[in-house]
């Protein structure tokens, strides 16, 4: 067996990435376009023969070269990887595979958490990390209940509503007020990735503050178990449309299993009128959902001066140095954030952003 060297890909090392690229190509993968660390198996003669990377708390983008497949490199690549997540105080990993090779994972300790057949796998290092988060949310859904037992009136019917809130705008609370008309308890699942120009802390208290005065809700956390679609992989897939659907029926396998254990039947959105993105996802929510036996409502966007609110709108406005004119699209608590000392460094970010519209 040959031996090898295992070392950092740096993104300044041109001949490295461009043998990563070269490997991932050959191995049906496209290089994913959010990675915090590479790392590459070499031969003697520097030639890039496995590799894997890391975002957050996933590992990604993992390939050997078929030629040298058979000799346990993509093991030492895993291990190495979950190693450097240890060293950096990231404990609980996730990864995203093919099916074809959730058997390998498998045999390295992660376990299945749901998956798309023919597509994708999305697996963890913890055993019982999905049915302890399950527990959690039952948990603190009667916590919750308990300190508002108003809620509890009609609770046979329960809904839910997965937001990312970047930020919390009057839409938003539109949504939520027409949603929870439509059934006896809400659960509000508030995207907790920090990958938004808004903190997740600072998003989730807004959420709260945005929603008082309308009874009957409960708030969650997903966790890493309602996938963003930044952190969504799409090096599996060579064109968009599939990207988003396999993004879209994964969400839906993870969360048919949360309406099972928090007894939901039915899930909301909003209409989408400008993101294609979004709009595609939403048409996937409401082919599967059915499929599982729970119902989808789309609610159509609360409008200002004949023009749908979306938070996207809010981001560029507050882009563009308008800050002022948020004021009508959004929650007044949402606004005094943006006016205030505590926002400015939020505000600084957005102004600095490359893009802030999603498409």
Not at 111 to 132: C, H, L, Q, W
Not at 187 to 205: A, C, G, Q, T, W
Not at 243 to 254: F, W
């Amino acid at each position: 067996m040959s031996e090898y060297t295992l070392s950092p890909i740096f993104p300044s090392d041109r001949r490295a990435m461009r043998q990563l690229d070269q490997l991932l190509e050959k191995e049906g993968i496209q290089r994913d376009g959010h990675l915090d660390y590479t790392a590459g198996l070499f031969d003697g003669d520097y030639r890039l023969v496995a590799t894997g990377s890391c975002f957050g708390n996933t590992l990604r983008c993992m390939a050997v070269d078929s030629a040298c497949q058979g000799e346990g490199l993509l093991n030492q690549i895993v291990t190495h990887l979950m190693e450097y997540e240890y060293e950096r105080g990231i404990l609980d990993l996730f990864l995203y595979t093919k099916c074809s090779t959730a058997l390998f994972f498998k045999s390295l300790g992660f376990y299945e958490i749901a998956r798309v057949p023919d597509r994708v796998v999305f697996m963890e290092n913890r055993k019982t990390g999905f049915a302890s988060y399950l527990e959690d949310l039952k948990k603190e859904t009667e916590a919750q209940l308990n300190t508002a037992p108003e809620s509890l009136s009609g609770r046979a019917v329960q809904g839910a509503v997965v937001i990312n809130a970047n930020p919390f705008t009057l839409g938003h609370r539109y949504l939520i007020e027409e949603a929870r008309k439509r059934c006896g308890l809400l659960h509000i699942f508030v995207v907790s990735e920090d990958v938004s120009l808004i903190p997740y802390k600072v998003r989730r208290r807004l959420v709260e503050e945005g929603c008082r005065g309308i009874s009957g809700l409960v708030f969650h956390e997903t966790k890493s178990y309602m996938i963003s679609s930044s952190t969504f992989p799409s090096y599996f897939f060579k064109d968009e449309d599939t990207v988003i659907r396999s993004h879209g029926e994964l969400d839906i396998a993870v969360f048919v299993q949360i309406a099972e254990a928090l007894e939901i039947c039915c899930r909301f959105a909003g209409e989408e009128p400008f993101s294609r993105v979004t709009r595609l996802y939403n048409q996937v929510m409401e082919e599967k959902l059915p499929q599982a036996g729970l119902d989808f409502i789309q609610i159509p966007r609360k409008e200002t001066d004949g023009s749908p609110i979306s938070a996207s709108h809010v981001r560029k406005l507050i882009q563009e140095g308008n800050t002022d004119r948020i004021r009508p699209l959004v929650p007044e608590s949402t606004w005094k954030y943006f006016a205030s000392e505590e926002g400015a460094e939020t505000v600084k970010r957005i102004r600095e952003a490359e893009e802030v519209i999603h498409y």
